[in-house]
């Protein structure tokens, strides 16, 4: 099986930097780039958004509340008469960095003890393993509830209330996600660790350190992007459902998914106030899903683009 | 083999004592109490609700109440249920068919798709089926169980009024009419759940599969004249499962656990509801129960899953 | 007021010089009504009115089956344990009351042969004993007579610490003793005005003494019948899965003619309220939904061309903003809010009416009670002999900050109001509900504008609730500047809802915040009038003493009342409930049936 080399094909056409590389294959993947452009342009909107959409986020306005769009209202009210574009800006901001920062927790940990799990023989890997039995079994909103019991006021007094907030959602939603990444990680470590080309390595001195970066985790990598781009829209939903134990931001903070929970009872009487946080967080997990496929087809040194 | 699975087996008991000791004292510390509800009734004085936690043990220390747990779990013994004041057991063996049944038929109907639409997809990557297979799966799991529910319930039951959205445990009728009625009204809620676990799913399924859809052994079976479909079931999925076997057994323990979001949307009467509740009403002893037979089938199932992964792959070397 | 003239009226009714309509009408004049006015007339020694409830069904049964969705399903079936109403609701279709309140808030005699009266010699002038007349002829759903006998083992068996009864309270101070068969007597420790808490509403359900009797004391929770209730009400029970299913069957033998209408009876559990009102209005799969916490706009959209209503109910529950009169910020002896600190704005009086100048309560009916609620400026709502007519309520922003500005609080340069180099920043908490999380953001809205920066905080109802006293987000504990919840009537009574804010009840470590005082609200006066009210047996004195306590309470902003809410249902075009805001759901299920 030479092909499970990573000679690539490409490699013989110049001498390329081997980021130049990946960049080079990754701009080949169409869908990747209109992604990333996609996704740089929600990011532009929520950061610069409030700049230029003045409408504060809570002016409530019973009169106009549930109107569909219009000129003042470009996506509508909610029953309250708040305005929901610059809910979604104001909230986007929260819903984006809050999908992106706990997808990345998820994943390096899941990566971590599932490369550690799947490399180690005997104790170290037992333990893991237990470890994400034990968070895969632990119920979730028991110990939301704990952590905000024990936790919250000292992380308030040390981040200040904003920072210690997010840095909690984050570790929360991330630290509760990382299990399927661990096990799906550990199983193709224990799968790719015994293939030719890793022995060929071992038996050529390399570390295992270098095995595991150079040679397993690169082969490993397919499903740890499905899980992330995943993880990103459940953080998302998963943010506006802390908010409700407490554990979030403020109850009065429009996040995306907070929006679209608020919307779900008023569905046939103003689609609008759920349709606008729905496609956001859609096509917010649409472009990260793009750019995972189009990162892994330029990672993956087999493919020939 | 079989010696490997003794002694995992034999792990998994220290182990499940170690999570169960975990549970516990989650549990316990976990702010809340049973009798909430009395606390804003005027007819009951708050020496009555401080009273009836004390009767209950909720004010003993933690070690205590765990050993009680544990001798009562050795001698068969599930728990009391503070809320119903009945036996942990009879509750959840009476919400246990009706999960098995809704959420086990969801599992089944999320492998149905997502194996079979992952593989096609798989094998003509960025064909049409393939990126409406993709789209379908990025709207699946970016819209939420809570929302899809009711656009289902406001799409199938109100306006064309086809199936109805209350789960009954109580079917009238009897035979052939009783299970079309049972069907009936399975097909949002397994529907529901079924379509969201198939849009990650057939993400997973696809992704694995092209991990060893343009591996050289491949290209040299079909090189040797063997038919597409010989090559696609017996060379790459065989090597693709490894993930998709692992993604079964994280979802397979839910099957009893059951699905607390949709179960609430339906009324299904099924574990998951019945955990939803105990939580909220700090139902410790039913809580525990629950979680601790979650626990034993995550055990259990990571068990099955890592025997698997040796017969797909025999070069992993199990130990 | 006016106690002479009433007094005379009463006699006039007495001696048939006044008519009985006549004097309701003329009470009603000066804001008393109905309920009221029978329970003077009661007092008085006028025999009180059987309420008339309207039921056209000449036949038992034959109403086909009646399909009730309570959106949290009863979870056990013995009234005497039954923590939340949807217990009490699902156990009150099989076990009954000697007298349950009907809509009017008037004692409706179920299992009692007449209600107690001065002139039937019922009650006695010290208020220290109620005899009761036990129907002739009522059987147990096996078969075994209802006698004297039941009522008695019902109150040994509820008063005794070891059952662990939530009833508990309802039994303790009396005792209850057999005169005959069909007769008990209550004997009370203190005179009791409000004589009708024991055997009557929820907890008032007699239970059988031949089923339950070796399951007294610690012994309580093994009884068999805990499941399988056996009880005297208009359904036989048939089967029971906790939170999800209760379901009974007509009962053949019962003691009401004509009653009960349905045939069959189903009470499904779970799911949420609004697709609890699309089951009832839009699709008809149930006949009623219990509790219909939603806005009104949803509902009155529902409500178009569905098959289906909402009915509304009225009693006395309030929905409200309770000031802290401690202050949160400041620890003393390992306590927050302790009754040592003053609060560093709300002590001061202006700041308190500026904040209920804040409170919109116009917009929060408009925008989310609609129907459900009524706007209102008193704590106490009911019954309406008990309702202040000397309060009122405005939203006012200027004035709020002008008030405000006289109390020393001047904007900052950062629009947030300050003094003493102190910032006017507060904390509004209340539980986890969609409709208390837009009323935060309404006032919260206006407190803005006014220069008060809001922080908001919304906690899982369990835990505010809770009586746990290692919990810092509890109500009683309040570690927050202002709080808002609900705390609802049980009964046509102002007694119990009145007590908790007297002076020995404020909440404190020490009391292990047992105390119900928790906006800790200290005044001698308020302390004084609710003594004298505990033991005043003159109706109408009784009255004027609970409604200059909500004066005060109003007077010193201790609540800023937000909403009196209704009870609201959602219940079948053909379906004609008897829902009383009185009392719980299936109170009157007996009195049910459909129209074709």
């Given at each position: 099986m030479a092909g499970l080399t990573l000679a690539s094909p490409s490699a013989e056409r110049g001498v390329y930097s081997p980021w130049r590389e990946t960049w080079r294959r990754y701009s080949r993947h169409k869908l990747a780039v209109v992604s990333a452009f996609l996704l740089l342009i929600l990011i532009l909107a929520v950061v610069v958004g409030p700049f230029i959409w003045r409408v504060k986020i809570n002016d409530i306005d019973i009169l106009a509340g549930?109107?569909?769009?219009?000129?003042?209202h470009p996506f509508g009210t909610d029953d309250l008469g708040q305005d929901i574009l610059a809910r979604m800006i104001y909230g986007g901001r929260i819903s984006l960095a809050v999908g992106l920062a706990a997808m990345l927790v998820s994943v390096v940990i899941g990566t971590l003890v599932g490369a550690l799990a799947g490399m180690s023989r005997g104790a170290v890997g037992h333990g893991l393993m237990w470890l994400t039995d034990l968070f895969l079994s632990l119920p979730q909103l028991p110990l939301l509830l704990m952590l905000i019991y024990l936790f919250r006021d000292g992380l308030k007094q040390v981040f200040g209330p904003e920072g210690g907030i997010f840095i909690l959602i984050v570790l929360v939603i991330g630290g509760l996600r990382w299990m399927p990444v661990a096990r799906l990680v550990r199983a193709q470590f224990l799968s790719i660790r015994e293939k030719e080309f890793v022995e060929a390595a071992r038996a050529l001195g390399a570390s295992p350190v270098r095995q595991v970066v150079k040679h397993i985790l690169p082969n490993a990598l397919g499903p740890v992007i499905i899980a992330g781009t995943i993880d990103v829209a459940a953080a998302i939903i998963a943010e506006s459902t802390l908010s409700f134990l407490g554990l979030g931001f403020p109850p009065d903070t429009p996040t995306w998914g907070r929006l679209l929970y608020d919307a779900k009872d008023f569905l046939d009487i103003g689609p609008h106030w759920a349709l606008f946080p729905g496609a956001a967080i859609f096509i917010a997990v649409v472009a990260i899903n793009f750019i995972g496929d189009g990162l892994r087809d330029a990672l993956d040194a087999r493919r020939v683009i | 083999m079989s010696q490997y699975v003794l002694r995992r087996l034999l792990i998994a008991i220290p182990s499940l004592l170690g999570i169960s000791a975990v549970l516990f004292f989650v549990l316990a510390l976990a702010p809340g109490d049973p009798f909430s509800e009395l606390a804003t009734n005027p007819n009951v004085p708050p020496e009555v609700q401080a009273a009836l936690r004390a009767r209950f043990g909720l004010d003993d220390p933690i070690y205590l109440r765990y050993l009680h747990w544990l001798s009562a779990m050795l001698h068969g013994d599930w728990g009391f249920s503070f809320v119903s004041r009945m036996n942990v057991d009879t509750l959840i063996l009476q919400r246990l068919p009706t999960t098995l049944y809704v959420i086990g038929s969801a599992q089944i109907l999320a492998l149905l798709i997502a194996i079979p639409v992952g593989v096609y997809a798989a094998t003509k990557p960025y064909s049409l089926f393939d990126q409406v297979a993709n789209t379908l799966a990025f709207v699946g799991f970016s819209l939420p169980t809570f929302f899809t529910g009711i656009l289902f319930i406001l799409i199938f039951s109100v306006t064309l009024d086809w199936l109805p959205f209350v789960y009954s445990t109580?079917?009238?009728?009897?035979?052939v009419h009783w299970v079309l009625e049972m069907i009936r009204q399975a097909i949002m809620p397994v529907a529901v759940l079924g379509l969201f676990q198939a849009a990650s799913m057939t993400r997973f399924v696809r992704s694995a599969m092209l991990d060893v859809i343009r591996l050289d052994y491949v290209t040299t079976a079909r090189a040797k004249g063997l038919g597409q479909a010989t090559v696609i079931v017996k060379h790459v999925m065989r090597n693709a499962m490894i993930p998709v076997v692992t993604l079964i057994a994280l979802q397979m323990p839910a099957v009893f656990g059951g699905a607390i979001v949709t179960e609430q949307i339906f009324r299904i009467p099924g574990i998951g509801s019945l955990l939803i509740t105990s939580i909220l009403s700090n139902d410790t002893p039913v809580v525990m129960a629950v979680t601790f037979v979650f626990a034993c089938l995550v055990v259990l199932f990571n068990l099955i899953a890592d025997v698997l992964y040796g017969w797909l792959d025999p070069r992993i070397s199990l130990r | 007021m006016l106690d002479k003239e009433m007094r005379s009226m009463i006699v006039d009714v007495k001696d048939g010089r006044m008519d009985r309509r006549a004097f309701i009408r003329r009470l009603a004049a000066i804001g008393l009504t109905a309920p009221m006015a029978n329970q003077l007339l009661a007092i008085g020694g006028v025999a009180m009115a059987q309420s008339p409830s309207p039921y056209p069904p000449t036949k038992r049964g034959g109403g086909g089956p009646l399909k009730l969705l309570w959106w949290q399903g009863p979870t056990l079936l013995n009234p005497h344990f039954a923590t939340g109403t949807k217990d009490q609701d699902g156990s009150r279709l099989f076990y009954e009351p000697l007298a349950s309140w009907d809509v009017g808030g008037n004692l409706n005699p179920i299992l009692a042969a007449e209600i107690p009266s001065l002139a039937n010699g019922g009650l006695t002038a010290d208020g220290k004993s109620v005899t009761w007349k036990i129907k002739p002829g009522v059987k147990w759903h096996d078969g075994k007579p209802l006698t004297a006998d039941d009522f008695v083992f019902t109150w040994a068996y509820a008063s005794d610490p070891a059952t662990a009864a939530v009833s508990i309270s309802a039994y303790s101070d009396m005792t209850v003793e057999k005169v005959d068969d069909l007769t008990i007597r209550i004997l009370f420790k203190n005179p009791t005005p409000f004589w009708a808490n024991a055997f009557v509403g929820a907890y008032g359900c007699v239970i059988p003494k031949h089923l339950f009797a070796d399951y007294k004391g610690a012994k309580s929770r093994e009884a068999p019948t805990n499941l399988a209730p056996v009880g005297t009400g208009p359904y036989k029970f048939v089967e029971f899965k906790p939170g999800d299913l209760v379901r009974g069957v007509l009962n053949p033998d019962y003691h009401m003619p004509n009653r009960p209408h349905f045939d069959t009876i189903d009470m499904k559990g779970g799911g949420d309220a609004v697709s609890a009102a699309r089951a009832v209005i839009q699709t008809g799969e149930f006949d009623f939904a219990w509790n219909m916490q939603v806005e009104d706009d949803v509902l009155l959209r529902l409500e178009k061309g569905g098959k289906g209503k909402t009915t509304y109910a009225t009693g006395g529950d309030i929905e409200f903003i309770a000031i802290n009169f401690t202050d949160p910020n400041v620890e003393i002896d390992g306590e927050r809010s302790s009754i040592k600190t003053k609060h560093p704005f709300f002590s001061d009086p202006k700041v308190r009416k500026a904040m209920s100048l804040l409170v919109d309560r116009d917009s929060v009916k408009k925008a989310i009670y609609g129907r459900a609620g009524r706007t209102t400026a008193n704590y106490l709502n009911g019954p309406e002999k008990f309702v202040s007519k000397n309060t009122s309520w405005e939203f006012d922003i200027d004035k709020a900050s002008k008030l405000l500005d006289e109390a020393g609080w001047k904007l900052g340069a950062d629009g947030i109001r300050e003094k003493d180099g102190k910032k006017m920043k507060l904390l509004y908490q209340t539980s986890t509900n969609g409709p208390r999380q837009k009323t935060q953001a309404i006032v919260k809205q206006a407190c803005q504008k006014a220069g008060i920066d809001v922080e908001l905080k919304s906690v899982v109802a369990s835990v505010f609730f809770s009586s746990d006293v290692a919990n810092p987000d509890t109500y009683p504990k309040f570690y927050a500047d202002i709080e808002e919840f609900q705390i609802p009537m049980t009964q046509p009574d102002p007694a119990l809802h009145m007590k908790r804010y007297i002076s020995s009840q404020v909440a404190s470590k020490e009391n292990k915040w047992q105390g119900q005082n928790f906006p800790r609200y200290v005044n001698k006066d308020y302390d004084a009038a609710i003594e004298a009210a505990e033991t005043e047996i003159d109706p109408v004195k009784r009255a004027t003493l609970y409604i200059k306590c909500n004066d005060m309470l109003w007077q010193d902003t201790v609540f800023i009342p937000v909403m009196h809410r209704l009870v609201v249902d959602a219940c079948a075009n053909t379906l004609q409930p008897v829902i009383s805001?009185?009392?719980?759901?299936?109170?009157?299920?007996?009195d049910w049936y459909r129209t074709a």
């Open positions: 549930m109107q569909g769009p219009s000129l003042a | 109580d079917v009238k009728g009897t035979g | 805001g009185w009392a719980n759901r299936t109170d009157n299920i007996q």
